[in-house]
């Protein structure tokens, strides 16, 4: 358990992009330099030793010459060989046994052995005619053997036939590698040591590097840090790397958004708290102003209760309304699908509303080109168009007309509501469907909206995955349409 938390704590650490970059930069570094040096130095041995080899068989082969010049086989007093012998040994810290065709050993450097027999596998190859080196790492010499050949004369002396060479005896020598192990010694301490500067220089540039590297994107931490504890709410800049500044860019962005957003959260709580208000002060006044006549007569009161009556409804309908566009807000609002007949449902919410048309003398009409069943969340959509065909009415002149078109095509069907009323200005048509947005505020004050009418609509159409769309011409009429699929798509 402890190892697994360790292995997790050291692969947190690993995520951060310094040490990344503090480890690679010091593998960069230093695996070459591992490898440049091992490499060199094994090189160096096997090089060392082939090059101990070649020269130990050349003085051998001299040697042997002399040998039998000197017929030293035969006899061992040559002094000039033994002066030679001993020359050799010396200088390879070595040992050379000379052994003669009976296996007899007739001269060892050490002086130990002379006299003695010695048949091993390597003195009988030799005196087949093949010499052998071998290299014994861990007791640190080479043992070479050479056959010593001499020239014997064949048969035949007047063919001028060439002489036949014969193995008469055999050198054995054993040198010494130390002085090769410890040149090879002095140069591994050399290069460790250059190695752990090398190490040292390179933990001292990849820590500094890393940190370098590293530190825009600490600015940009830092940056979004104080915009997050609210010390500035400026956009940020860290310009160093391209990285960076997309990351800012990107951060700025969304500062903007929340910006906006934040803006127009305030603005609408503002709105709500003035909407809702407005009600009340009106009650609070109409109530006072009873209050300050005690003997007030009995039509004032009813006249006034009637009034506050009013207010209360309108308070009711603000609350209502901003209930429903709140639940609508909720992504999880749901939609309560269900197939409706279109036609059926239209005609219901125009009969409701025909009284209010009648009172402000404003003809209805509904026209269907063919019938339509549509899958829809019913009281959403009856929201949705009620408050079309309100808005028809209530902005619309006297005598004029509302006209409803209901059409479809395979895939969506369209409710189109003109009217014939005072319309909607070019310049505030994007406005309208913004909360508590009224183009004419004391037109419509008198006429009673709060702005939420087409919030509420547009809010209920797009979770349809429908459109509205506005064409107006100022003076002379509105028409809205409204383009919904047949079949909901979640
Ligand atoms: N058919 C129309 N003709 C002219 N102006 C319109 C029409 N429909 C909407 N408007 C304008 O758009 C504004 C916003 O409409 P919306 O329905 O959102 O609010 P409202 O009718 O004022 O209030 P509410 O519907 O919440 O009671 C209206 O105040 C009005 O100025
Ligand atoms: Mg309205």
Redesign the pocket.
């Known amino acids: 358990m402890e190892k697994i938390k360790n292995l997790l704590g050291r692969a947190k650490l690993f995520r951060s992009l310094k040490v990344r970059i503090f480890v690679i930069m010091l593998l960069v570094g230093v695996v070459p330099s591992f490898i440049i040096k091992h490499g060199i130095l094994d090189n160096y041995e096997t090089r060392a030793i082939d090059v101990r080899k070649s020269d130990v068989q050349n003085q051998l082969k001299i040697l042997a010459n002399h040998l039998i010049t000197y017929n030293y086989l035969q006899d061992t007093s040559s002094e000039v060989i033994n002066a030679e012998l001993e020359q050799l040994s010396n200088l390879y810290d070595g040992r050379v046994l000379i052994i003669d065709r009976s296996f007899k050993i007739i001269k060892d450097t050490y002086g130990i052995s002379e006299g003695k027999i010695i048949i091993s596998e390597e003195v009988m190859k030799c005196f087949q005619g093949t010499g052998m080196s071998n290299h014994d790492k861990v007791n640190g010499y080479i043992e070479m053997t050479t056959p010593i050949t001499s020239a014997v004369l064949t048969q035949d002396l007047t063919g001028g036939k060439p002489d036949k060479e014969e193995v008469v005896g055999v050198m054995l020598i054993s040198v010494s590698t130390d002085s090769i192990v410890a040149t090879q010694e002095i140069l591994n301490r050399k290069a460790m040591i250059i190695e752990l500067i090398m190490l040292l220089v390179l933990v001292g540039i990849a820590g500094v590097l890393s940190t370098v590297l590293i530190r825009p994107f600490e600015r940009v931490t830092q940056a979004i840090n104080e915009v997050k504890a609210g010390f500035t709410d400026e956009q940020i800049s860290v310009p160093d790397y391209l990285e960076t500044e997309h990351i800012v860019d990107a951060f700025n962005q969304m500062l903007g958004r929340m910006k906006v957003l934040d803006d127009s959260r305030q603005e609408f709580v503002s709105n709500v708290s003035h909407e809702l208000k407005t009600p009340i002060t009106s009650m609070k006044v109409l109530a006072d102003s009873l209050l300050q006549q005690p003997d007030a007569p009995v039509e004032l009161y009813k006249e006034f209760m009637v009034d506050i009556a009013d207010e209360i409804d309108r308070e009711n309908?603000i609350i209502t309304?901003l209930l429903s566009l709140v639940k609508m807000d909720k992504k999880v609002a749901e939609l309560n699908i269900s197939s409706a007949h279109i036609n059926e449902l239209l005609e219901l919410i125009l009969k409701r509303l025909r009284p209010i048309a009648r009172k402000q003398d404003v003809e209805v009409v509904f026209e269907s080109v063919r019938p339509v069943t549509a899958e829809v969340d019913e009281v959403k959509f009856t929201l949705a168009i009620s408050?079309l065909v309100?808005?028809?009415i209530?902005?619309n002149k006297q005598h004029g007309w509302v006209k409803v078109l209901l059409d479809a095509d395979h895939q969506f069907f369209t409710v189109e509501i003109s009217?014939s009323?005072?319309?909607?200005p070019e310049d505030v048509m994007e406005h309208?469907y913004e909360r508590f947005?009224?183009?004419?505020k004391s037109h419509?004050r008198e006429i009673g909206?709060?702005?939420?009418?087409?919030?509420i609509t547009r809010n209920a159409i797009l979770m349809h995955r429908g459109s509205i769309k506005a064409e107006?011409i100022p003076g002379e009429g509105?028409t809205?349409v409204v383009k919904m699929p047949l079949i909901y798509i979640a």
């Open positions: 309908k309304d408050n309100e808005n028809a209530k902005y009217d009323g005072i319309g909607i309208i947005y009224r183009v004419d419509s909206g709060t702005g939420l009418g087409l919030a107006s509105t809205f």
